[in-house]
């Protein structure tokens, strides 16, 4: 009925491939020993994953509406629009 974590495998903050470090005897071995990898900067670091990678796909959209056509006048990085 005992069911542990298993301390093999790899860090999962994302990009690190470190074996996972118990951190206490009761812990959960879910991340290495670099004490910059725990659950909130791995949050963090997925967080701005995600929002670059939906950036990119909204650049792609972008690029793809301004190639056919239907954009001649696509708004800045930021969105920010001038009103005359
Ligand atoms: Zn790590």
């Known amino acids: 009925m005992t069911q ?11 990009g690190c491939d470190q ?4 951190t206490s005897p ?3 071995a879910v991340y290495c020993d670099n004490p910059a990898h725990n ?3 791995a949050y963090r670091a997925r967080y701005r ?6 950036t990119q796909e909204l650049q792609r959209l972008r690029e793809l509406l301004r190639t056919a056509g239907l954009v001649t006048d696509p ?6 629009e001038q009103v005359a």
């Open 4 to 14: 542990r974590q298993s301390t093999t495998g790899a860090c999962r903050f994302p």
């Open 19 to 22: 074996p996972r470090q118990p």
């Open 26 to 28: 009761h812990g959960h």
């Open 39 to 41: 659950k909130d900067t």
């Open 49 to 54: 994953a995600a929002v670059a990678a939906q």
């Open 75 to 80: 708004a800045g990085a930021n969105g920010a």
